[in-house]
């Protein structure tokens, strides 16, 4: 199955600046990320995102500019599909495809794509975008998550696949970001 920009929201899980830090290798997924937002804005895809006790973790990193994109939704669930504004900002959207990426890849990005399953929603695990303090752990989630039924794609397939046309005006405009 491939991507829908008019199915599809971006959902981004607690990319908190005390968090990313100790995530191996960060600053590329981090990178990813960022090239999803500007796909979405440019494609409309609508975006939400999650902090995981912002209280005591802090806020989203501030170099993704979140806030022009959504608020955050507070939660404790490691599962984000169990947070009922999470569940409102995704039902109220009415899109069946859920594009996952942040942190930590085998905690509460596995069990929010778990739960997402539950609900027959259509998961895709951006594996390139996705973060874990050890390695070990984030292809183990990949890995399990794949044999749970969610689709593991990368940020480019991603993008290209919301595209789908090498003639419009996104593409000249997300061109830059593809390269």
């Known amino acids: 199955m491939l991507l829908d920009p008019d199915r599809a929201v971006l959902m981004l899980i607690d ?3 005390s968090l990313v830090p100790a995530m191996h290798t960060s600053e590329r997924e981090l ?3 960022s090239r999803l937002l500007t796909g979405a804005e440019t494609l409309g895809v609508p975006v939400v995102a999650t902090e995981q006790n912002p209280d005591r973790l802090g806020g989203t ?3 993704l500019d979140l806030r022009k994109h959504c608020t955050p939704v507070p939660k404790q ?3 984000a599909s169990r947070n009922a504004d999470v569940c409102a900002a995704l039902s109220g959207l009415n899109r069946g495809q859920v594009v996952l990426a942040g ?3 085998h905690v509460c990005v596995l069990q929010t794509a778990a739960g997402l399953l539950n609900y027959e929603a259509e998961v895709f695990v951006v594996a390139d975008a996705v973060m874990s303090r050890r390695p070990e752990n984030r292809t183990l989630a ?3 998550l794949s044999q749970a039924g969610a689709q593991i ?9 919301w595209l ?3 003639d419009t005006l996104a593409f000249r405009t997300l061109l830059p970001v593809i390269k």
């Not at 794609?153 to 696949?161: A, K």
Request: aromatic share 6%; net charge negative; no cysteine.
């Open 103 to 105: 942190l930590e890849a």
């Open 31 to 33: 990178d990813n990320v």
């Open 61 to 63: 990193v501030a170099s």
């Open 164 to 166: 789908g046309r090498a």
């Open 153 to 161: 794609v990368g940020t480019e397939m991603v993008l290209f696949e």
């Open 142 to 144: 990949l890995r399990r």
């Open 15 to 17: 990319l908190q600046d």
């Open 77 to 79: 669930d490691f599962d």
